[in-house]
């Protein structure tokens, strides 16, 4: 038996957490199966109750890599805000390991820290200590969730 999976992220606005984690990894929306227009439609189609529908907006609630490589991540609508620190998370790799002078790999995670802010996310902590060749940054996505990047 083959064993797929997905990471599912529990939040309270999917709407909001779609597009960022979609820019910061590189995935999209993810399309609703069958030619339907939207997720609330397929879900309709399928028999799903009403309502559980309710809550359900026409925005996508997963992301796809498009090139197929990364797993499927669906964002969980849940009612309650996050209120302790995960006990997983994300190291985005962006500096291109020890094989990438310093100067660059720093110059790397700094764009990607930028860029992510503008986005949203917010800066826990930058490690980048003169004498050693690691840069990293510690961030929470729009709902608070800890995430590196590295």
């Known amino acids: 038996m083959d064993t797929t999976w997905q990471l599912t992220i529990d939040c309270t606005n999917p709407e909001r957490l779609v597009p960022f984690w979609a820019g910061a990894l590189g995935y999209i929306p993810e399309p609703p199966p069958g030619g339907r227009s939207t997720w609330r439609e397929y879900w309709a189609d399928m028999g799903v109750p009403e309502e559980e529908l309710e809550d359900m907006g026409d ?5 796809v890599d ?3 490589k990364g797993p499927r991540m669906w964002f ?11 006990r997983l998370h994300f190291d985005l790799k ?14 790397r995670v700094t ?19 003169p004498d050693s060749e690691h840069c990293s940054a510690l961030m929470r996505d729009p709902e608070g969730n800890e995430f ?3």
Do not use: F, M
Not at 112 to 117: A, D, G, K, Q, S
């Open 94 to 107: 962006v500096g291109g390991g020890r094989g990438v002078p310093p100067a660059a790999r720093r110059e």
């Open 76 to 86: 969980q609508h849940v009612p309650e805000p996050k209120t302790t620190k995960n």
């Open 148 to 150: 590196c990047v590295v």
């Open 111 to 129: 764009a990607t820290v930028e860029r992510l802010t503008k986005a949203g996310a917010t800066v826990v902590r930058i490690t980048d200590e």
């Open 59 to 63: 925005t996508p609630e997963s992301i």
């Open 66 to 68: 498009p090139k197929g």
